[in-house]
């Protein structure tokens, strides 16, 4: 299991990656400005998924980055 600052650190690098450096940080800053109810997004995430397909996309990502 990952400690709270690998987790942060491996967040942002993703994020970087995806988003760039300007953007990331806008990212960030938008997530601390409004209130965030993460069940909330959680039921809204994959809502287009199936549970195996999220399952499934988990344990290739796993598979991939071990």
Do not use: C, H
């Amino acid at each position: 299991m990952l400690t709270d600052a690998e987790i942060k650190i491996k967040g942002f690098k993703i994020l970087v990656e995806n988003l760039g450096d300007v953007d990331a940080e806008k990212f960030i800053s938008l997530i601390n400005k409004e209130p965030f109810d993460y069940t909330q997004w959680q039921d809204s995430l994959w809502s287009d998924q199936t549970i195996d397909q999220v399952s499934e996309k988990a344990m290739d990502y796993r598979t991939k980055n071990k």
